[in-house]
Nanobody
C-alpha cells in the first residue's frame, strides 16, 4: 500500500520557521510531481507549492518569497521550508504526489496532513 507520511508541523510564533517533510512509502515505480496544499477550518483547500520531478518549483501567491519547496528523489521525499510565518498560515498542511505503478500507470496519493499553528 502506497502512503505519503508527513512530519514537521507544530506551534510556532509569528515570524518563526518550520520545515515540513513528506515521504512516499510502499510499492511503486516512480514519483512524479509533488505538492503541498493547506486547509484552514471553514476555508477551501489552497495550493501552497508544487515541484516537478526535475525540481522545478511553483508557489502560491500568498507564500511566494517566504516558503521554499524542495525534494530528494533518492528518498522519494518532498520538503517545505517555511519562513516568516504569519497567523494566516495556520492550517493543516497536506502532501500530494503523483506516482507511477509497475504497470506504468499514474495514480495520486494524499498524506494525512500535519498541523501548523502560528500564534504568540
Amino acid at each position: 500500500q502506497v502512503q505519503l507520511v508527513e512530519s514537521g508541523g507544530g506551534l510556532v510564533q509569528p515570524g518563526g520557521s518550520l520545515r515540513l517533510s513528506c515521504e512516499a512509502s510502499g510499492s511503486f515505480f516512480s514519483v512524479g510531481d509533488m505538492a503541498w496544499y493547506r486547509q484552514a477550518p471553514g476555508k477551501q483547500r489552497e495550493l501552497v507549492a508544487t515541484i516537478s520531478k526535475g525540481g522545478t518549483p511553483n508557489y502560491g501567491a500568498s507564500v511566494k518569497g517566504r516558503f521554499t519547496i524542495s525534494r530528494d528523489n533518492a528518498k522519494n521525499a518532498a520538503y517545505l521550508e517555511m519562513n516568516g510565518l504569519r497567523p494566516e498560515d495556520t492550517a493543516a498542511y497536506l502532501c500530494n504526489a503523483r506516482l507511477m505503478d509497475y504497470d506504468l500507470q499514474w495514480f495520486e496519493r494524499w498524506g494525512q496532513g500535519t498541523q501548523v499553528t502560528v500564534s504568540s
